[in-house]
């Protein structure tokens, strides 16, 4: 079945460490999408691709990297810089710039 | 940035109610969806809709593109304890509002309870 998948579904990491958060998809799509959400603060976007090999910062870029080197994988690094990564994280992607599909997010907690 | 309000920010009901929640804007939207997400689990698509006035449904579940192409509506019919969740309204803003065609605004959610 075609989907998006991301792993770990949970992820503990030590203060300082960096971290990389696995994004897959099998929909022919082109863009990809990293979000952020914590509670009560909806969904915020960290980084965006709409085609391999580029990307673009979203909201709250500070403190993360990505890379896009084949059209199914967008791998998000969470950086010892980003000052409070505990947080669950979506990453979604979308044919052309309507509708998004969702992963079923990796849930982050710094220790 | 664009900002969508999103309106009740949680809602407490009994079985079988129907249920409305909505998403305003100050400024125009080309694309109108509707999520639901459940706990510890990615947002669902459940309704896109693209033309102002626009009335869509998916089951039990109905979504309008307002008029004035500045807000959305979903209301929910004979709700049932399954349809606990998050709903998150989104949508594109108009291309020369000085943001990416891909870059989608979220409101900040709905929580929805439902009573059995």
């Known amino acids: 079945d075609g989907g998006i998948t991301q792993s770990p579904k949970y992820l503990f990491r030590k203060e300082g460490q960096n971290v990389t958060l696995s994004c897959e998809q099998n929909?022919?799509?082109?863009?990809m999408y990293w979000y952020r959400q914590d509670p009560g603060q909806g969904l915020r976007l960290i980084y965006y691709?709409?085609?391999?090999?580029?990307?673009q910062k979203g909201d709250i870029a500070e403190g993360y990297s990505v890379s896009r080197e084949k059209k199914e994988s967008f791998p998000l690094t969470v950086t010892s810089a980003q000052k409070n990564p505990t947080a669950f994280y979506l990453c979604?992607?979308?044919?052309?710039?309507?509708?998004?599909?969702f992963g079923p997010g990796t849930r982050l907690t710094v220790l | 940035g664009q900002q969508l309000n999103q309106s009740p920010q949680s809602m407490f009901i009994q079985e079988g109610e129907d249920v409305s929640m909505n998403c305003t804007s100050s400024?125009?939207?080309?694309?109108w969806l509707w999520y639901k997400q459940e706990p510890g689990e990615g947002p669902v698509l459940l309704i896109a809709?693209?033309?102002?006035?626009e009335l869509t449904s998916n089951g039990r579940l109905t979504a309008q593109f307002g008029i004035t192409r500045k807000d959305s509506f979903l209301n929910i019919s004979a709700s049932i304890p399954s349809d606990v969740g998050i709903y998150f309204c989104a949508g594109h803003p108009l291309p020369n509002s000085g943001g990416s065609n891909y870059k989608l605004t979220f409101g900040k959610g709905t929580l929805l309870t439902v009573n059995p």
């Open positions: 691709s709409q085609i391999v090999n580029d990307f």
């Open positions: 809709l693209y033309k102002a006035g």
């Open positions: 400024s125009i939207f080309n694309t």
């Open positions: 979604a992607s979308s044919k052309t710039y309507n509708e998004q599909f």
């Open positions: 929909l022919n799509h082109d863009a």
